[in-house]
Structure formats: structure tokens, C-alpha cells
């Protein structure tokens, strides 16, 4: 296995792997990651592959990710698949994506249920082509019952066209009486957002060397903690994961008020 430097690192045996997870959980485990899954493309580039080749690979990764997440006891995964922006990438690209959700839960699924994980899908369904929406729709089906980590697809996703949406309801729903000015505030504010069966993540993790936000979840990012790393999605691995939360679990919360 290389490193991020190229350089040869020998890979975490599964007893390690194993204890280093133990050891973890033993400290407080965020209950809501969200992921910006960044640098597929540039993955393929380097191998001279083309990007959708980089996509694949990046589909390979959200499997262990959600597996490692589930095994971690982390409640929610959101993962940032593409975004209201991205429809502008060449179609053949595009339509790639698109294809993602049914390969990936006509492989996964089975061992999703298996191991008690629940599908979700936040972004707007409208423009979504029919196969795409069928394979998450049937994903979301079948396993609403389970118990384990929701693992949440920001599919056609874009916090901005969010927000905007959550102000107009606002404003509709005060016309009408449901709802009152006085009545309003952050947590109200909050169940308009297509995230509302949601608590904010507690931390954000984007890959790639990228260090923005892609106008994802920016009201409930307020005060997550974020964690950066040069690391391209395709290489984005267990270890790199444990590597985050360790940092996560480093950080002192203060949201605004001081230690006592
Ligand atoms: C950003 O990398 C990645 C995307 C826009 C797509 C992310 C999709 C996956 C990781 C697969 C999702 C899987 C499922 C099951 C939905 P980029 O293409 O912008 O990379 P670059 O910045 O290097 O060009």
C-alpha cells in the first residue's frame, strides 16, 4: 500500500485494525459524520484512467466507510455524492454517477441489512433520473426498519437552493397560520431543512486537499468540528477514518461558551 507521500506503508493487519477500533470507542464517538467525498477524479488522472474510473473506486470506499462507521457505533453517515452544481460536468460523467446508487445497493445491499444499516436520501428527488431514484427508493423501503447507522446520500444536494426552500415554506406556513413569527427559531428552523431527521453533524470530514465547503449543510455545520486531509477519496481508507475520529475525539467543544 503507498501513502499519500507514495511511499511504501505497511498495511494495519486485521487485529490491529480491531484493537485500535476498541480502543476508540472507549472515548466519545461523534453521532453524526458527514463526508465530503473529494478527488476521484484527480485519482484517475494520476493513473491515467478516466474519471469515472475514480468514481468507481470512490463507491468501493463509502462501502468500508459505512461498514467501519456501523462497527464504530456512529448513529448517521451523510455522504456528499453530488451536488445541485454538479449536473454541470460532462454528461457521460453525469450519467455515471447516476448509475452509482444501483450498483453500489444492487451489490451492498444484502450485507447492509445484514448489518442493520438504514438508507436515507437528502437532495431534491425532482431531477433525479427514474433508475437512480427506483434503486435509492427501494434501499430507503427496505431497510426503514433497521436499527443501526443511517447512512444518508446527499444526492442532488445543494444547502443554499435548502435554505432558500426552508424560507419559503416559512413564509407560506406563517400566511396560513401554522405557523407564528414568535414561534420561530433554531431548532424550528432546523425541521424545514431536508435534514430534519437529523441532529448536525458533529464532524465533517473532507478529502482531497480541499478546504471549503461545496455549499453543503451550511446551517448545520455551525459548529461541527472539521477535519481536512490531503488524501484522495479513492485512497481514503479504515485507517485514515479511525485517524479523523482520534482527532475528533482531541477537540474541545466549546460551541461559543468557554471550558468550565
Ligand atoms: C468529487 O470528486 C466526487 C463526486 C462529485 C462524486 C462522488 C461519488 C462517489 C464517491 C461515489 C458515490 C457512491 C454512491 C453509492 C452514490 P471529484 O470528481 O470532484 O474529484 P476531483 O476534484 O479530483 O476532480
Not at 507521500?5 to 485494525?17: M, R
Not at 428552523?189 to 480541499?210: A, C, K, N, V
Not at 479513492?234 to 466549546?254: C, T, V
Request: hydrophobic share 40%; charged share 25%; aromatic share 10%.
Amino acid at each position: 500500500m503507498l501513502n499519500k507521500f507514495g511511499l511504501w506503508k505497511k498495511p494495519a493487519n486485521s487485529s490491529t485494525l480491531r484493537d485500535k477500533i476498541e480502543e476508540i470507542k472507549e472515548s466519545p464517538i461523534p453521532e453524526h459524520v458527514a463526508i465530503i467525498m473529494d478527488g476521484n477524479g484527480r485519482w484517475a488522472k494520476k493513473r491515467a484512467l478516466p474519471r469515472i474510473a475514480g468514481h468507481h473506486e470512490g463507491m468501493k470506499v463509502v462501502r468500508k466507510t459505512t461498514m467501519l462507521a456501523n462497527k464504530l457505533g456512529i448513529k448517521s453517515l451523510t455522504l456528499y455524492a453530488f451536488s445541485t452544481e454538479n449536473w454541470k460536468r460532462p454528461k457521460n460523467e453525469v450519467e455515471y454517477i447516476m448509475k452509482l446508487p444501483e450498483e453500489f445497493l444492487g451489490t451492498f445491499l444484502p450485507e447492509l441489512i445484514e448489518n442493520n444499516v438504514q438508507v436515507k436520501m437528502m437532495g431534491y428527488k425532482d431531477q433525479l433520473p427514474s433508475h437512480t431514484l427506483h434503486a435509492i427508493e427501494r434501499a430507503v423501503e427496505e431497510t426503514k426498519n433497521n436499527t443501526g447507522l443511517v447512512l444518508n446520500f446527499a444526492l442532488n444536494y445543494g444547502s443554499r437552493a435548502e435554505i432558500l426552500d426552508a424560507v419559503k415554506q416559512i413564509i407560506k406556513d406563517n400566511k396560513n397560520g401554522i405557523l407564528k413569527e414568535t414561534e420561530l427559531n433554531e431548532e424550528v428552523f432546523s425541521s424545514y431543512l431536508m435534514s430534519s431527521d437529523f441532529s448536525d453533524p458533529d464532524l465533517l470530514i473532507r478529502t482531497s486537499g480541499e478546504i471549503r465547503l461545496s455549499n453543503f449543510m451550511l446551517w448545520q455545520l455551525a459548529y461541527s468540528e472539521f477535519w481536512f486531509t490531503d488524501v484522495l477519496w479513492p485512497d481514503f481508507n479504515e485507517e485514515y477514518f479511525l485517524e479523523a475520529i482520534e482527532a475528533y475525539q482531541k477537540r474541545q467543544r466549546r460551541f461559543g461558551g468557554i471550558l468550565s
